[in-house]
């Protein structure tokens, strides 16, 4: 035999031994980590304030974590506009009773450098806490085209996020590696590892599951849905071997939620379906309750992001029930004039702090109004906290984000309040 | 910097490198010339512009190539050394790439629920027939198909990407672009011999 055909065969035979070791090294998917909850009893309560303070800019995409000592951190990406080079990822830390002053993350030149690749912009921000006790925040990037060209990078900091190390890039596609975007709430696997939703919108427009290690290697990737139905999953864990994902809708009129489940503690996921709910093509966000109904918050109309709800579902997010409304503007765009009036007003009512409307009816005018204007109340991201209160930060106008926080109390007066059926 | 950014960035220095061969005029350079050439470009483009090497553009364009990619530019880097695989052993391992593209891209796009991209996570039965493509591949000396498959397995198993995906070591869109042209033209210029004979 040529010595060449051996050199061959030997070189297969040592790749096979060594994938042989990587692959009994793997660790399967055997189930969810619930989210310990111990809910501390007060009176019913429903603020808000604004997170972001910075004035005419764009600001959009936010994201929420619960600190160690109790107070949460926001963070979100602003800039002159969405996509511009100038943007930065933005942070924020909320006491208990006010948003601190805000903080840059990271820009576009540093997280180049980190990743030693070309990037062009920066987007959505999720955190998530590692077991060890580290924030980690993932973000998608964009090296070349528009968002569906985008990939997440992740940063990680052992300080609760005053600092943070060097930007690493995940590799999750293989197409170029782009089109993998986040924004649903980061979940754990029982054996330590991260679920990611992400979602791909290239070509497709379809939800996927990440597993990331502990050491930020990805494990696994799981499509949700597939051809154009929905993105933006968001994942509802009910026990260790349930959950339900919510998605948004992509695909053709009507517009309603995407929905999928699983009963094997996420090694296998049914056939997405279409639910009752109205979706207008808008991201949309949840939590479980420790009772096992789910809560979520969306833009329950079928066009437009003008009225934010929020929904109570008792048979795991097959059925929703609108139980308040967050925002509730005209679903037709008005003049400016009217926009800049109403807009003032309701900065305002949102925080007891602002005593001036008008600089912010002037930042939504900056981002609302081409010619009329249109309400925008988007992007919502809801977490629970260890005491059982509920926070909730959103667009509001594309200039600032909003912060609803609630307790339990609150939530039950909503759910006895509202109608038993939402109108058809 | 992490071990895997130097991989990521060498393979694109490698084609950026190789990339002086195609310029007619460099064709008559003795090989020490021609050696001298494209290590001086390999190094430039590893140099930092603005924090960012040039072939960190590149890399931010198209991610890391993948190891079959990097066969073919070192195939073409040792051509002028006297280096060279059989032109049947390349055809086979570029109608092998192109076939495996038009079945893996559109799915790992969204046209089915199902993702073939999952498996390459490590996924047993997976690497069992990859295994057997390239015992086949040995038996019928398509050596490049098992040098390539080899190389990528080994590549992964150690880890020398970014990605823990083993199909992001065995094939990349750039490779799968260029290996359905070769094929084609192969297929044209095939086709165009045997017909115009009979034209005449």
Not at chain 1, 381 to 405: A, E, P, S
Not at chain 2, 187 to 197: E, F, S
């Amino acid at each position: 035999m040529p010595r060449k055909r051996l050199f061959l065969l030997a070189l297969l035979v040592l790749a096979s031994l060594a994938a042989t070791q990587k692959i009994a090294q793997r660790s399967l998917v055997n189930g969810f980590q619930q989210t310990a909850i111990a809910p501390v009893a007060s009176p019913a309560f429903l603020h808000s304030e604004f997170v972001s303070h910075q004035l005419n800019i764009a600001t959009h995409a936010a994201s929420l974590i619960e600190l160690n000592d109790g107070k949460l951190r926001a963070f979100w990406f602003a800039g002159s506009r969405e996509g511009a080079q100038d943007v930065t990822l933005r942070s924020a830390i909320f006491d208990g009773k006010n948003w601190g002053a805000e903080q840059t993350i990271i820009n576009r030149e540093q997280t180049q450098q980190g990743v030693w690749r070309y990037v062009k912009k920066l987007g959505n921000p999720v955190a998530a806490r590692r077991a060890d006790g580290a924030l980690v925040l993932y973000f998608v990037t964009v090296s070349l085209g528009g968002w569906a060209g985008s990939s997440i990078s992740v940063i990680t900091s052992r300080d609760e996020g005053v600092s943070w190390d060097t930007p690493r890039r995940l590799i999750t596609s293989p197409f170029i590696n782009i089109s993998t975007l986040i924004k649903g709430t980061p979940f754990s696997y029982a054996d330590g590892s991260f679920g990611l939703p992400v979602y791909h919108e290239f070509l497709g427009k379809f939800g996927e599951l990440l597993r990331i290690s502990q050491h930020g290697t990805v494990l696994d990737k799981q499509r949700l849905s597939s051809g154009k139905l929905g993105i933006q999953p968001v994942l509802l864990i009910t026990d260790s071997e349930h959950a339900t994902v919510l998605m948004r809708h992509t695909n053709a009129p009507p517009k309603r939620v995407i929905a999928t489940q699983t009963q094997d503690g996420g090694k296998t996921w049914r056939a997405p379906t279409k639910l009752a709910t109205a979706n207008p093509d808008a991201a949309l966000t949840g939590v479980s309750l420790p009772d096992g109904r789910m809560l979520a918050v969306l833009n329950n109309v079928a066009v437009g992001r003008h009225a934010l709800s929020l929904m109570v579902s008792s048979d795991r997010g097959m059925s929703w029930r609108s139980v308040y409304q967050f925002e509730q503007e005209s679903e037709v765009a008005v003049s400016a004039e009217k926009f800049a009036q109403r807009t003032a007003q309701l900065a305002m009512t949102s925080d007891a702090n602002v005593t001036d409307g008008a600089p912010y009816a002037a930042t939504a005018q900056r981002n609302k109004c081409p010619a009329l204007c249109d309400f925008e109340f988007s992007y919502p991201y809801l977490i629970q906290t260890q005491r059982g209160d509920f926070h909730l930060v959103y667009t509001w106008n594309r200039g600032l984000i909003k912060h609803v926080q609630f307790n339990a109390a609150w939530l039950e007066n909503q759910v006895l309040k509202a109608p038993q059926k939402d109108a058809p | 910097m992490m071990l895997t950014d130097v991989t990521g960035l060498c393979g694109h220095a490698s084609a950026l490198a190789a990339c002086v061969l195609l310029v007619p005029a460099v064709r008559s350079f003795t090989w020490q010339r021609l050696s001298w050439l494209m290590a001086a470009v390999f190094l430039l483009v590893l140099l930092p512009l603005n924090g960012l090497p040039l072939a960190g553009y590149t890399r931010g364009m198209v991610g890391d190539l993948s190891i079959t990619t990097l066969v073919l530019i070192g195939l073409a880097i040792l051509r002028p050394y006297g280096i060279v695989a059989t032109e049947k052993s390349r055809t086979q391992l570029l109608i092998f790439i192109a076939v495996v593209a038009l079945i893996f891209y559109p799915m790992t796009l969204g046209i089915s629920l199902y993702d073939p991209y999952r498996l390459g996570y490590g996924e047993a039965g997976f690497f069992s027939v990859v295994l057997l493509i390239a015992l086949l591949a040995w038996w019928r000396q398509s050596n490049l198909i098992v040098l390539s498959i080899a190389l990528a397995t080994l590549a992964w198993s150690l880890g020398v990407y970014e990605s823990n995906n083993a199909w992001d070591y065995f094939i990349d869109p750039l490779l799968a672009s260029y290996a359905a042209f070769a094929v084609l033209r192969k297929g044209w210029q095939g086709w165009r011999t045997k017909a115009l004979p009979a034209a005449r």
